[in-house]
Structures are given as C-alpha cells and as structure tokens.
C-alpha cells in the first residue's frame, strides 16, 4: 500500500481527483494505469494466497445501486466497488451468470452510472458483479473513488470520496 511518504501518494491521489472529476486527460491516461497497476501490486504483496489477488483495484465503499434487470429491485447498498465489479448487499440470491443492469448513483455525475455486469458469485445476503460493459470514463472515475478510498484508509460514502 502507498504511505504518505512515498512520491506515488500525492500522485495517484491527484489523479484520482481528475478522475473522480471532470476526467482523467488522455496524456495523464498512461501514468494512471501504471500507479493504480503499482498500488495494486502492493496490496496483492500482502495477500495471503495467490487466489486472494485480485486483478482490479477494490475498496470498501458505500454506494446506491440499483438492479435494473432482470427485475427492477430494490435500491441496495455496496459494500465495495472498483474499476471491475462491486459486491452489493442484497438478500436474494440471483445465479451466477445471470446477465444485469445496473444503475449506480453518484455525488459526481447527475445522471447515475448505467453499467452492464453479469452475477460472479451469489449468497444469502452478498453478491459479486463483475463489470461487463463500462465506459473508459466511468471506469476512471470508479476506480478513482476505490483509490481515494483505499488511502484515505477507511471506508467512504461516494460523496465524502469526492469532496
């Protein structure tokens, strides 16, 4: 994990402003994906297992979603989002598989983030979506919310990671 005194810190936070704001630039593009791929790197280092790495930057993060499809339900609260997935708290179990959309509402945008995903896990109380069909942009900003999250080292609402 990057610390307070580690040159990445400051950078990787500032983009994450970018992001999180009016957009990363398509010359900041490049050293965005290599920090967020370092700051990764660091956390998978203190995993426990090799099948506990993630290949996605995720945070613990409250978020309002709702599953558009396949039935409109009920809007539900994440427990933690990046650039790939998010994990919802939800007491139905829907099928791994099951194709979904979602729509993911945010103190940044207006319009809320409407993202195709697909069901990777499911149990009573918890489910795992991984992101099928998500902009560049909105990727950005998601992952930029996951890093803001990750150093401010406590979990956030979406509109306390934007201030």
Request: net charge negative; charged share 25%.
């Amino acid at each position: 994990m990057f610390t307070p005194s580690d040159p990445r810190f400051d950078e990787i936070l500032e983009l994450a402003e970018h992001a999180i704001g009016e957009g990363l630039l398509d010359r900041q593009r490049p050293r965005w994906r290599v920090l967020v791929r370092e700051l990764l790197g660091s956390i998978n280092e203190g995993a426990p297992s090799a099948a506990e790495r993630r290949q996605e930057l995720r945070a613990p993060l409250e978020l309002e979603v709702d599953i558009l499809e396949p039935d409109d339900m009920a809007s539900l609260a994440t427990s933690s989002v990046g650039s790939g997935g998010l994990c919802l708290r939800i007491a139905e179990v829907i099928p791994s598989g099951t194709p979904v959309l979602l729509s993911i509402k945010l103190a940044q945008r207006r319009q809320p983030l409407m993202i195709h995903a697909q069901v990777a896990w499911s149990k009573p109380g918890q489910l795992g979506a991984a992101f099928t069909d998500v902009f560049q942009g909105d990727r950005e900003l998601l992952e930029g919310l996951a890093v803001t999250a990750l150093l401010s080292g406590s979990p956030s609402s979406a509109s306390a990671a934007g201030s």
